[in-house]
């Protein structure tokens, strides 16, 4: 009986099959280069906004540094031939140890981001997080994951009937896991974005849940009404930015173009948005009335101190996402891989905690597992494929995280996540 070659050395085999009657990967393979080909295929807002950090990006190059400081220490002949890198976490089956994570305002990138990644998503196997900021209603997208599994993020709303609604449409439309992102209770400062005056909210780009929510969409009506019973609003200044604008948000609201351009909704909605999307006073008492409000696992994502995380273990929560919003939110930030070895320090070996923030490889996966992640979230890269190739893209990013995966397990004698310990890594 002949052995399987496991994903990566089939990976392999495709791409040099391929090569030779010259065909060439979609997507780079290198990070660097995907990184570099991203920033050609992207507009200037775009680029700013999926690759830019938090003050003068030093928490981004904390995230990386960190992984530069581990070394992986190969060992020779353990048989490893056949791998597994498959792994359950809160009853999600993983075929390998990483997930999507939830990335707002993909619209900047691709009209149909959250579907392009859940069709891949669903081709490759990897499990989906997807976006409280995404441009297609949650129905939408989980209908294109088909039964590959999907988790939901959920941004704290300042209003808790659109709390308690989104978790609702969450629950039916089959998400497996409630993903709550504490760190972004106001927005990081992010010159990148600041010197263009670019939001993407304000244009109507990554609100697609909301407008798709009938209870935020009775907020926006109560807005117009009250606007209608009150002092005329002030009128914009046509100017071609202005129009610009004007016609993004139109064009991002449900409903047809023309239509759009005779209401004052898509405006209002845009409004309603901005003032309710995230609460500043997001607190751990709003956390523990979770476990009446849902019957899904919660997972609480931004955490970053050993005391936070054994709070959020005390009051219930099934797990926890090391994360410092991939250098987004604080500069200067604890890199998110040394926040991982002081949590699960902190928390033991029985509690579920994923990281995300500074991955870009199979061989940073691996890293990170040995240092006490069950798993993590992939974010950059995958949205990197897309502006590069769009669904091609990111499927081959997805293949070749897997595939690097599972050559450095085999190459350090590795046959199964298990195995993946601290013993295989020295600090340099």
């Not at 979609?26 to 050609?40: F, I, K, M, N, V």
């Not at 992939?378 to 990013?397: C, D, F």
């Not at 590795?414 to 600090?427: G, H, K, N, P, Y």
């Amino acid at each position: 009986m002949s052995q399987s070659p496991g994903p990566g050395r089939e990976r392999q085999s495709q791409i040099y099959r391929d090569g030779v009657v010259g065909d060439r990967p979609a997507a780079p393979t290198h990070a660097a280069g995907l990184e570099e080909a991203a920033e050609s295929a992207m507009s200037r807002r775009a680029w700013a906004y999926v690759a830019g950090g938090a003050g003068e990006g030093r928490t981004m190059r904390n995230n990386r540094e960190a992984f530069d400081r581990w070394a992986i220490v190969p060992r020779m002949l353990t048989g490893a031939a056949d791998r597994d890198l498959s792994r359950t976490v809160l009853g999600t089956r993983l075929p390998a140890p990483f997930a999507l994570a939830p990335v707002g305002a993909g619209q900047l990138v691709h009209r149909d981001a959250d579907l392009v990644t859940a069709r891949a998503a669903a081709a490759t196997g990897i499990p989906y997080v997807f976006t409280n900021q995404g441009g297609t209603p949650l129905e939408e997208t989980a209908a294109a994951m088909g039964a590959t599994p999907h988790w939901m993020q959920l941004y704290w709303s300042t209003d808790e009937g659109l709390v308690d609604s989104l978790i609702g449409r969450a629950e039916a439309a089959g998400a497996k896991a409630l993903v709550v992102t504490l760190d972004t209770t106001v927005l990081g400062w992010r010159p990148q974005d600041l010197d263009l005056g670019s939001l993407p909210f304000a244009r109507g780009q990554g609100i697609g849940q909301y407008t798709s929510d009938e209870h935020f969409m009775g907020l926006v009506d109560e807005r117009v009404a009250a606007a209608a019973k009150g002092e005329p609003a002030e009128r914009p200044k046509v100017i071609p930015s202005a129009i610009r604008s004007l016609l993004s948000i139109a064009r991002h609201h449900p409903g047809r173009l023309r239509d759009n351009l005779r209401t004052p909704r898509p405006r209002a909605a845009v409004e309603t948005f901005l003032e309710t999307y995230s609460n500043p006073r997001l607190s751990w008492d709003h956390i523990a009335t979770l476990r009446d409000r849902t019957t899904l696992p919660v997972v609480l994502k931004g955490i970053l101190h050993p005391d936070d995380a054994r709070r959020a273990l005390d009051l219930g929560v099934d797990g926890i996402v090391v994360s410092n919003h991939g250098g987004r939110q604080v500069d200067s930030s604890i890199a998110s891989l040394d926040a991982l070895v002081r949590v699960r320090d902190a928390v033991g070996p029985d509690a579920t905690v994923l990281m995300d923030s500074g991955i870009r490889t199979g061989a940073d996966v691996f890293v990170a597992l040995a240092l006490g992640a069950d798993a993590v979230l992939l974010g950059r890269p995958y949205m990197y494929g897309m502006a590069v190739a769009g669904q091609r893209g990111v499927e081959e990013v997805i293949a070749n995280v897997v595939a690097e995966l599972d050559l450095t397990m085999a190459l350090a004698g590795v046959a199964d996540l298990a195995s993946i310990t601290r013993d295989v890594l020295v600090e340099r």
